[in-house]
């Protein structure tokens, strides 16, 4: 019995940030000063002061800047906004990002669309959806461009490749599809309402899973030499005598990895590849405000 490979999204986030890192230092060289992220946080949600503790720490580590806004959950519709506004027309900060979900008072969309597109390093302003949508140099979200680059690594050109999409949310699904769109791969979008999701799944050369559904994706529906992009991340009670909790993905890599080409654990697939990008997204807007090449 072959078995596939895992792909390492650890070795390729870590590899990522090295390059970002020499970028953020040729950056700072020419323009005297570094790349700066903002990243606001409301309310105290665990999981969130998590992600933007790590994000602060890693954006350090590849030797930008970065600021941190904590408000507290009650802060109001306008006052967050005149936040996004000082961020807006600080010349320091290069991308803003702000930690969703926002407690439920607060209009996301309004939220996001108040962020200036050219500091959107999220890439979920309507003006970077639409020019990724048209094929124009866009921001583009963190996770799905992760996902792309992990597929570029393992298989080279995608042209021609049959990719089915599980998932149509804005932040990971629908970007994800233009992205293997835009790379001449024919693109399936399945989601809640599609029929017989396993014949779906069957036809495809590339399976990106972002369902948010503990191992939904059975071994079975993927066809032999596919590759396998596991985005989900679930956390489920543990089979062992501990009791501890554990997080497993949409796919049940278990009973996939013996005829798949390659698949993402997770952990150690997708997960770390976010932050990496969203660094890379920041010297991107960096660069592209100062008007210089991105270094390579
Ligand atoms: P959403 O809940 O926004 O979207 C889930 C999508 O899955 C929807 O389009 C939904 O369809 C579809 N879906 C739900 N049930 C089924 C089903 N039975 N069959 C087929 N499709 C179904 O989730 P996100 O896109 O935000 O996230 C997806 C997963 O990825 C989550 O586990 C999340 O934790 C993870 N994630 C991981 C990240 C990382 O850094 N690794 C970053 C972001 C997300 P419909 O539209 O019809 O309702």
């Keep these: ?91 320091r900060v290069d991308g803003i990002l702000v930690q969703l979900p926002l407690p439920k008072h607060l209009d996301e969309q309004a939220v996001i669309a108040a962020i200036n597109p050219e500091k959107d390093v999220d890439g979920f302003h309507v003006v970077n959806s639409g020019r990724l949508a048209v094929g124009l140099p866009a921001l583009v979200p963190c996770t799905p461009l992760g996902c792309l680059m992990l597929l570029k690594d393992e298989l080279g050109d995608l042209s021609g490749l049959e990719a089915v999409v599980i998932g149509r949310s804005n932040i990971v699904g629908k970007p994800m599809a233009q992205l293997l769109l835009a790379e001449n791969c024919t693109v399936t979008m399945a989601h809640s309402r599609t029929r017989d999701l396993a ?18 994706v059975k071994g079975e529906w993927i066809r032999p030499g596919a590759t396998v992009i596991d985005v989900g991340i679930n956390r489920v009670p543990s089979t062992d005598e501990e009791g501890k909790s554990r997080i497993v993905g949409d796919v049940a890599t278990s009973e996939a990895i013996s005829h798949v080409n390659a698949i993402t654990p997770v952990p150690g697939g997708v997960g770390p590849m976010t932050i990496a990008v969203l660094l890379r997204n920041t010297l991107v807007a960096a660069c592209a405000r100062a008007g210089i090449e991105v270094p390579e």
């Design 1 to 91: 019995m072959t078995i596939g490979k895992l792909i390492d999204g650890k070795a390729f986030a870590s590899g990522l940030r090295e390059q970002v890192a020499e970028g953020v230092a040729a950056f700072a060289a020419a323009q005297g000063r570094k790349p700066g992220l903002a990243v606001v946080l409301v309310g105290e949600d665990p999981a969130s002061s998590v992600y933007v503790r790590n994000k602060g720490k890693m954006t350090l580590a590849v030797g930008m800047e970065s600021f941190e806004y904590k408000r507290p959950a009650t802060i109001g519709q306008d006052e967050l906004l005149e936040l996004i506004e000082e961020l807006n027309g600080d010349p």
């Design 199 to 216: 014949s779906v799944v069957h036809r495809a050369d590339i399976v990106v899973a972002a369902v948010g559904r503990p191992e939904m």
